[in-house]
């Protein structure tokens, strides 16, 4: 069963510009977290959708948007980019949202502001 | 607040020798518990969990963690280390009855493992 994919694997943006980055969960996972990891902050919880509704959202700023799919695909958008926003951006899915569900990472997205 | 504490930034070891990695928890209830291995420029790796039962846990690559209700400690183990062990490692708390998203990271061990 192949894995969480992520594209890109790698991206290079300039100070206002937006960003879009995408997750396909594991076949027959139908929950998909986006975490950002960053070397100071570490890893922080962005947001969770599950069957194509946002279920939590952690503390970030409204530049931060997500969405689901009807096949669970799942999008982040970025707007406004600032230097900040450098980081590792994690997708993670599960098969549902309980409490005992284990999440499997993808590789993740490099994004570099500069 | 609930949290995580991993209270080593790095562990290093010899390979053959025994490695411990610490995990200590303040999360109300009785939590779920998690250990993930991050490789250079990959994501995280589910290694394994304790949902309930016995404290030994068992996981990939031979790795095992105690659950010790008492000190709220999670300690992720391997009897005899392999270079390839070197890497990043988080431990996760997640409190009960909450969604998969309410996962608590620690900050993350690196380990190293000298041949």
């Known amino acids: 069963k192949a894995g969480v994919t992520q594209t890109p694997r790698y991206l290079i943006k300039t100070r206002g510009q937006q960003v879009t980055l995408s997750c396909s969960p594991i076949s027959g996972h139908r929950s998909v977290s986006w975490y950002q990891q960053t070397p100071g902050q570490g890893l922080q919880f962005l947001f969770e959708?599950?069957?194509?509704?946002?279920?939590n959202k952690g503390n970030f700023p409204g530049r931060f948007s997500g969405r689901q799919f009807s096949n669970s695909r799942s999008e982040m958008n970025v707007s406004t980019l600032e230097l900040g926003d450098s980081a590792l951006y994690l997708c993670?899915?599960?098969?549902?949202?309980?409490?005992?569900?284990?999440?499997?990472f993808g590789p993740g997205t490099r994004l570099l502001v500069l | 607040a609930q949290s995580v504490a991993q209270p080593e930034d790095q562990v290093n070891v010899a390979e053959g020798n025994p490695l411990t990695v610490k995990c200590t928890y303040s999360v109300s209830g009785n939590p779920y518990l998690f250990w993930y291995v991050q490789y250079p420029n990959r994501g995280l790796q589910f290694l394994l969990k304790?949902?309930?039962?016995?404290?030994l846990v068992k996981g990939s690559y031979g790795f095992e963690a105690e659950f010790n209700k008492s000190q709220t400690s999670f300690h992720l183990k391997k009897p005899s280390a392999l270079v390839s062990d070197s890497a990043l490692y988080f431990c996760a708390v997640r409190p009960r009855y909450s969604s998969a998203s309410k996962i608590i990271f620690g900050s993350g061990t690196r380990l190293s493992i000298r041949p």
């Open positions: 959708y599950f069957s194509e509704t946002q279920r």
């Open positions: 304790y949902i309930t039962g016995d404290n």
């Open positions: 993670a899915s599960s098969l549902a949202t309980g409490d005992q569900e284990t999440q499997y």
